[in-house]
């Protein structure tokens, strides 16, 4: 199933049981349905691995503070409850598991949300894993916010909108993803995950510099190549870098690590730096 077309096999925990297909959850009312309050996480089942499923259940609860939510159960308790999940799909089936979390009511403030009123759910769907055949990118003109301006330092869903306009301003250029920078003119990250260049046999990534989050499999990407024995530097990057680059290819959760095949005119082909990312992602998955 391509994503968008169509709802896929799901099963979603809600009020203390499982329930089948895209059940609602939310009123008109629900203070995440127009002041969006909400918070989620985005881990993987693939090929019969969860990897990572730790550190994106402990990342929703994050986000859920800084949101100003209340975490309502333990990291380990949406662990659990993905692994019973599971149990409901074939064994090697492809999965998106999206713990949400947001508030129902406003507080006091009327527009900030009362913590007591927190929901949540956990929903797991079919959702395949796409083929590494590359992507194109150009450089968008929308921006990404700093800390100051929107909460970056959660997977909040108010961010979403500005990540959506800017894929879908690049897709009507005939790109398929984004390189989208910072207030500063900075490269921060690609409109739907996290970036990476190769040049002269050394990776080189955007700084953590508060504008974008530092993805799971961002982390995980860097460590690996690093024990390695490649060299990664996080630093400041320009769109002219990207457009000098030997290769390009972004992780993420959604495909993990996917190589970039073109920028604007210019085509690439999936290099060694980024044959050896998927590479160790794969053997660390499965291991």
């Not at 709802?7 to 297909?21: A, L, N, Q």
């Not at 990342?59 to 409850?81: D, Q, Y």
């Amino acid at each position: 199933m391509a994503p968008g077309q169509d709802w896929s096999k799901t099963w979603t925990f809600y009020k203390g049981d499982w329930h089948e297909g895209n059940i609602p959850i939310m009123g008109v009312r629900s203070h995440a349905a127009w002041l969006c309050s909400s918070v989620f996480d985005g881990a993987r089942t693939f090929e019969g691995v969860s990897p990572d499923l730790d550190l994106h259940c402990a990342r929703v609860n994050a986000s859920a503070i800084t949101m100003h939510l209340k975490p309502p159960v333990p990291a380990e308790t949406w662990e659990g409850l993905t692994r019973d999940g599971l149990k409901r799909f074939d064994k090697n089936a492809a999965l998106y598991i999206r713990p949400m979390v947001w508030a129902e009511r406003s507080g006091t403030l009327l527009v900030a949300p009362d913590p007591d009123s927190t929901q949540w759910c956990l929903s797991l769907y079919e959702a395949p894993m796409r083929a590494p055949e590359g992507f194109s990118i150009t450089l968008s003109p929308f921006r990404k916010p700093s800390m100051e301006c929107m909460p970056v330092d959660a997977k909040a869903g108010c961010l979403y909108p500005n990540n959506a306009r800017a894929l879908i301003e690049a897709n009507s250029r005939g790109f398929g993803n984004c390189a989208v920078r910072d207030m500063l003119g900075n490269i921060a990250e690609l409109a739907t995950a996290n970036i990476f260049i190769g040049k002269d046999g050394v990776v080189f990534t955007p700084a953590l510099n508060g504008t974008f989050l530092n993805g799971i499999t961002r982390q995980r990407v860097v460590k690996l190549l690093r024990d390695a024995g490649v060299s990664v530097i996080e630093t400041t990057l320009q769109y002219g870098d990207l457009e000098n680059a030997d290769e390009i290819f972004s992780s993420g959760n959604y495909s993990k690590v996917m190589p970039v095949n073109r920028i604007d005119a210019r085509s690439l082909q999936p290099g060694p730096l980024y044959r050896k990312a998927r590479e160790l992602y794969w053997e660390f998955a499965h291991q």
